[in-house]
């Protein structure tokens, strides 16, 4: 049996039972670059500090001290690199674990300050009341569906999407609810581009994974080609039909000799009061002419985004 055929898809190795959260190749790949980054501050900001703490100590003590705070700079920055891929997955599971925070240290709170049947009364409001009412129901969905929408977009960047030379894979942003679906902002790595995911089924795939209609791939920022926006489809909210209130604010006691706006046709118009042949401009009459409508880009002044409702 292969190397790779003794883990199962989900992390949980054969033997033994352990669980994989970061692979070998990638913490190999982050230890190499912790190890230089380590003996590159260790030599910058020793030498800096060296040269700074030679003008108030003796110069050998100042190199002794300069060596030490070099020594710790490089300590710092060698376990941020090398916590890196750790600290990438306690962000893409941020919101769980804050919710989880939240919801295990405010029933113990809710514990201690009300008997039991107050706190499963206040449980109960807080669980029941949203889900009763429409609005509210709706946003919180919209919001748990942000949530699945990263977590899908990350197994998708891992399973079929190129990565680059050492397996880093792009940073999912905060995502947030749209009429249509939802959008997420990816921070793409050094070795990827948006051709990447522009290729022929990629899109596709992507719209398959995250359990949609549609998703459309386009740049964030003008600035910044790494930053680029995922917009996600998955129902047409101009699609539905919209009954009108108008026809309720029309009042049915109307005269028929009631005025009317000009720009509305006489009541009471018949087909023999239509002239046969219709009025011509002659060459005199000036042609009215159109306005001219000047093309916009981006949102509008009010915050209105037309690629929500795309």
Same mark, same amino acid.
């Given at each position: 049996m292969s190397k790779s055929s003794q883990r199962s898809p989900f992390g949980w190795s054969n033997r033994g039972g352990s669980v994989t959260v970061i692979e070998a190749p990638v913490a190999r790949s982050y230890r190499r670059r912790a190890t230089i980054a380590f003996w590159v501050t260790l030599g910058v900001v020793g030498l800096l500090a060296a040269t700074v703490a030679s003008h108030y100590l003796h110069p050998i003590l *100042?190199?002794?001290? *300069?060596?030490?705070?070099? /020594?710790?700079?490089?300590a710092v920055v060698f376990a941020l690199i090398v916590a890196w891929p750790v600290l990438r $997955?306690?962000?893409?599971?941020? +919101?769980?674990i804050l919710l989880g925070l939240v919801a295990v240290y405010g029933w113990n709170a809710l514990m201690q300050s009300t008997p039991l049947w107050g706190s499963l009364l206040v449980v109960a409001l807080v669980v029941g009341l949203p889900a009763a009412i429409g609005p509210v129901r709706r946003r919180v969905i919209a919001f748990i569906w942000c949530l699945v929408v990263r977590h899908r977009l990350r197994l998708c960047f891992a399973a079929f999407i190129a990565t680059n030379r050492s397996g880093s894979l792009p940073l999912i942003l905060p995502a947030k609810p749209t009429p249509a679906g939802e959008r997420v902002w990816v921070w793409l790595r050094p070795g990827l581009s948006?051709?990447?995911?522009?290729?022929?089924?990629? $899109?596709?795939?992507?719209?398959?994974?995250?359990?949609?209609?549609?998703?459309?791939?386009?740049?964030?920022?003008?600035?910044?080609?790494?930053? !680029?926006?995922?917009?996600?489809t998955r129902r047409e909210p101009?699609? /539905? &039909? !919209?009954?009108? @209130?108008?026809?309720?604010?029309?009042?049915?006691?109307? @005269?028929?000799?009631?005025?009317?706006?000009?720009?509305?046709?006489? $009541?009471?118009?018949?087909?023999?009061?239509?002239?046969? &042949?219709? /009025? =011509?401009?002659?060459?005199? =009459?000036?042609?009215?002419?159109?306005?001219? !409508?000047?093309?916009?880009?981006?949102?509008? +002044?009010?915050?209105?985004?037309p690629s929500d409702y795309a």
């Amino acid at each position: 049996m292969s190397k790779s055929s003794q883990r199962s898809p989900f992390g949980w190795s054969n033997r033994g039972g352990s669980v994989t959260v970061i692979e070998a190749p990638v913490a190999r790949s982050y230890r190499r670059r912790a190890t230089i980054a380590f003996w590159v501050t260790l030599g910058v900001v020793g030498l800096l500090a060296a040269t700074v703490a030679s003008h108030y100590l003796h110069p050998i003590l *100042g190199a002794l001290l *300069g060596g030490l705070i070099g /020594a710790a700079c490089g300590a710092v920055v060698f376990a941020l690199i090398v916590a890196w891929p750790v600290l990438r $997955v306690f962000w893409h599971w941020l +919101p769980e674990i804050l919710l989880g925070l939240v919801a295990v240290y405010g029933w113990n709170a809710l514990m201690q300050s009300t008997p039991l049947w107050g706190s499963l009364l206040v449980v109960a409001l807080v669980v029941g009341l949203p889900a009763a009412i429409g609005p509210v129901r709706r946003r919180v969905i919209a919001f748990i569906w942000c949530l699945v929408v990263r977590h899908r977009l990350r197994l998708c960047f891992a399973a079929f999407i190129a990565t680059n030379r050492s397996g880093s894979l792009p940073l999912i942003l905060p995502a947030k609810p749209t009429p249509a679906g939802e959008r997420v902002w990816v921070w793409l790595r050094p070795g990827l581009s948006l051709r990447d995911l522009e290729q022929d089924g990629q $899109v596709q795939k992507l719209a398959v994974a995250c359990w949609a209609n549609e998703v459309r791939v386009m740049r964030a920022s003008r600035r910044y080609a790494a930053l !680029i926006r995922l917009d996600i489809t998955r129902r047409e909210p101009l699609a /539905a &039909t !919209i009954v009108s @209130p108008l026809p309720d604010h029309v009042p049915t006691d109307v @005269p028929a000799n009631a005025p009317t706006s000009p720009g509305m046709p006489p $009541v009471g118009l018949d087909l023999p009061d239509v002239p046969d &042949t219709p /009025a =011509t401009l002659t060459a005199e =009459t000036p042609r009215p002419r159109r306005p001219r !409508i000047t093309p916009t880009t981006g949102t509008s +002044p009010n915050g209105f985004d037309p690629s929500d409702y795309a």
